[in-house]
């Protein structure tokens, strides 16, 4: 057989086998790029979710970084205090981080991992990491009683439900500092600031009363009926 005829028959083999790399080539090349996007949506969801699940809480307490007004307020209120501190939703942990400055030994409690671990982070950077802990927490399931200083950057939705669980757990010497929103029904003893960076101080002693007159008057009726007398 001449080469030229051997040209033609090997011909139609090798572009079948050249198709068959081309569609491999493909296929491989439509694994990574499925990998890659389904890695990237994965890591995007990581990041992004801790971040907008509190907002589809039926009570949502979102990230809003303090403003250094803010924190100078919340240290000067509590210039004459010292011992334990919690931030509630300490976000970013820049409270806590300045509290702990101020000789305090301070926690934070958050739901976000993200910022926790940022938090943590950046503590130990600042030179402060023994005397501050961060935890990821709801604060509905934690107790409050072992604190003596309370900050919250609170929302009004949740106020109300947050007197009833502080009154109840915080010890009698415990000062109470809320930052943007005041509690509805407290007094407060002091506050600092003005517009958006007004912080209301609050006494353990005085609310904790004013929870156990409430709690008094709705065990104890206001009239009691007597028996009427017969002749």
Same mark, same amino acid.
């Given at each position: 057989m001449?080469q030229e /005829?051997?040209?033609?028959?090997?011909?139609p &083999?090798?572009?079948?086998q050249s198709?068959?790399?081309?569609?491999r080539g @493909?296929s491989?090349l439509?694994? =990574?790029?499925?990998?890659?996007? /389904?890695?990237?949506?994965? *890591?995007?969801?990581?990041?992004? &979710?801790?971040?907008?699940t509190?907002a589809l809480?039926?009570?949502?307490?979102?990230?809003?970084?303090a403003?250094?007004a803010?924190?100078?307020n #919340?240290l $000067?209120?509590?210039? *004459? @205090?010292?011992?334990t501190?919690?931030?509630? !939703?300490?976000?970013?942990? @820049?409270?806590v981080?300045?509290? *702990?400055k101020? $000789?305090?030994q301070?926690?934070?409690?958050e739901?976000?991992?993200?910022?926790?671990?940022?938090?943590r982070? +950046? &503590?130990?950077?600042?030179?402060?990491? @023994?005397?501050?802990?961060?935890? =990821?927490s709801d604060?509905?399931k934690?107790?409050f009683?072992?604190y003596?200083?309370? #900050? =919250?950057? !609170?929302?009004?939705?949740?106020?109300?439900?947050?007197?009833?669980?502080?009154? %109840?757990?915080l010890?009698?010497?415990? +000062?109470?500092? &809320?930052?943007?929103?005041p509690f509805?029904?407290?007094v407060?003893?002091?506050?600092? !600031?003005e517009?958006?960076?007004t912080?209301?101080?609050y006494?353990? +002693?005085a609310?904790?009363s004013?929870?156990?007159h409430?709690?008094?008057?709705?065990t104890?009726?206001?009239?009691?009926?007597?028996?009427e %007398?017969?002749t």
């Amino acid at each position: 057989m001449s080469q030229e /005829g051997i040209f033609l028959d090997s011909s139609p &083999a090798d572009q079948l086998q050249s198709d068959v790399k081309e569609k491999r080539g @493909r296929s491989r090349l439509g694994v =990574i790029v499925t990998g890659v996007l /389904g890695g990237s949506l994965v *890591a995007l969801y990581a990041v992004a &979710a801790p971040f907008v699940t509190p907002a589809l809480r039926k009570v949502c307490l979102p990230f809003v970084p303090a403003t250094t007004a803010q924190v100078e307020n #919340v240290l $000067g209120v509590l210039r *004459a @205090r010292s011992g334990t501190l919690v931030d509630i !939703g300490s976000g970013d942990g @820049r409270i806590v981080i300045a509290a *702990a400055k101020h $000789g305090f030994q301070a926690s934070g409690f958050e739901l976000n991992p993200w910022l926790v671990w940022y938090s943590r982070y +950046k &503590a130990l950077r600042e030179g402060v990491h @023994r005397s501050t802990s961060f935890h =990821i927490s709801d604060l509905w399931k934690v107790s409050f009683a072992q604190y003596s200083n309370v #900050v =919250i950057f !609170g929302v009004p939705q949740m106020m109300d439900q947050l007197e009833i669980k502080l009154a %109840s757990e915080l010890p009698s010497t415990a +000062k109470v500092v &809320a930052c943007r929103f005041p509690f509805p029904t407290w007094v407060p003893e002091n506050t600092a !600031g003005e517009g958006i960076d007004t912080v209301w101080v609050y006494d353990a +002693k005085a609310f904790k009363s004013h929870l156990q007159h409430g709690m008094t008057r709705k065990t104890t009726p206001e009239h009691e009926d007597t028996p009427e %007398s017969h002749t």
